[in-house]
């Protein structure tokens, strides 16, 4: 238990669906990451946003929106997704962004796009 | 953020002591040294970190080389649970974007 929850944990979507994924964490943490891990490939930062502002967005596609409506809590909404989108995504909080500290992660919600 | 180089795989038997090593040959005077895990399907564990000094905490032992060019992550007695994917990650002291690469698998063997 690392103090960030995501919710839920398996989700299966078809494309023309709209979904959101949940991760809250009550940390005290005022910085949230998005990450994407697709079969066999490197996690790749998505979306990071400090005390809800988003901060950096790694070209990712549109029909991936975030929302940060409070420090504790982040959504990922998910909208005409394409099977290639299917993979773990990962929620992490951190005290900020530019503090040197350790990052806690969620253990993640398996996305199913069929 | 310094470019760090991990081998793709190692093995390690239960009871073992696991030296994971990890070059950052670019790695500047601000960056520090991280590592995380990524045991099967779970989200990444923060192990440790360092920036010059030798660090040790309940998880593990890490050890910096004086020049700062590359490091070794040591499980003392490695586990069946430790098996997972080791992660070496350079940071600047002001930056907390996590950058993934390939990491180590490392298999504990009975």
């Known amino acids: 238990e690392t103090g960030v929850t995501q919710t839920p944990r398996h989700l299966v979507m078809g494309m023309t669906n709209k979904k959101s994924l949940k991760c809250e964490q009550h940390l005290g943490h005022n910085a949230m990451y998005w990450y994407k891990q697709s079969a066999k490939k490197p996690l790749e930062l998505m979306f990071v946003?400090?005390?809800?502002?988003?901060?950096e967005n790694n070209s990712v596609p549109s029909r991936f929106s975030p929302e940060c409506p409070n420090s504790s809590h982040l959504f990922l909404h998910l909208h005409t997704l394409q099977p290639e989108d299917s993979a773990l995504y990962l929620c992490?909080?951190?005290?900020?962004?530019?503090?040197?500290?350790?990052?806690?992660f969620g253990q993640g919600t398996r996305l199913t796009v069929v | 953020d310094a470019k760090t180089t991990q081998p793709p795989s190692m093995d390690c038997a239960e009871g073992r002591a696991a030296n994971l090593p990890c070059n950052h040959s670019?790695?500047?005077?601000?960056?520090?040294v991280y590592w995380y895990r990524q045991i099967h399907s779970q989200g990444p564990q923060y192990i440790i970190h360092g920036l010059k000094n030798n660090e040790t905490n309940e998880m593990a032992s890490l050890i910096i080389t004086e020049d700062r060019k590359s490091s070794t992550l040591i499980l003392p007695h490695a586990t069946l649970r430790d098996t997972a994917v080791y992660y070496c990650?350079?940071?600047?002291?002001?930056?907390?974007?996590?950058?993934f690469g390939g990491g180590t698998r490392l298999m504990v063997k009975p």
């Open positions: 946003y400090s005390l809800e502002e988003r901060v």
């Open positions: 670019t790695i500047s005077g601000n960056e520090y």
């Open positions: 992490a909080s951190s005290r900020g962004v530019l503090m040197n500290t350790e990052a806690f």
């Open positions: 990650i350079a940071l600047p002291d002001a930056g907390n974007m996590l950058t």
